[in-house]
């Protein structure tokens, strides 16, 4: 059974940082593309950032325009995790944060259904 649990959501001022985590069971890890994706009240769910599966030479990471330069994705294969360092946050990113294992790829990285196991998400409240 997969599981992908989310932690390290919270209340921060604008302009403070947070680190967000993704642990990982059920898979070969190392195997699957990673993304972390948001959903803010009243809005559909958006990408935010992407790491690729490890098994190949280079991994490559994507980011929305939105957060480049203020994101960082990582991943640790040997714990199972992926990671989403958010520094510089504005109180747009407030949302609930997502992980997610890439399942499919009949589409781009940023579109949803191109991922077939999903956290339960992390609440991100950045305060004016």
């Known amino acids: 059974q997969v599981q992908l649990v989310e932690s390290g959501g919270g209340l921060v001022q604008a302009g403070g940082s947070l680190r967000l985590s993704c642990a990982a069971s059920g898979l070969t890890f190392g195997s699957y593309g990673m993304g972390w994706f948001r959903q803010a009240p009243g809005k559909e769910r958006e990408f935010v950032a992407a790491?690729?599966?490890?098994?190949?030479?280079?991994?490559?990471?994507y980011y929305t325009e939105a957060v480049k330069g203020r994101f960082t994705i990582s991943r640790d294969n040997a714990k199972n995790t992926v990671s989403l360092h958010m520094n510089s946050l504005k109180p747009e990113d407030t949302a609930v944060y997502y992980c997610?294992?890439?399942?499919?790829?009949?589409?781009?990285?940023?579109?949803?259904?191109?991922?077939?196991?999903w956290g339960q998400g992390t609440q991100v409240t950045v305060s004016s």
């Open positions: 997610a294992a890439r399942t499919n790829y009949r589409n781009n990285y940023y579109y949803p259904d191109e991922y077939g196991y």
């Open positions: 790491i690729s599966k490890s098994d190949i030479s280079t991994v490559y990471t």
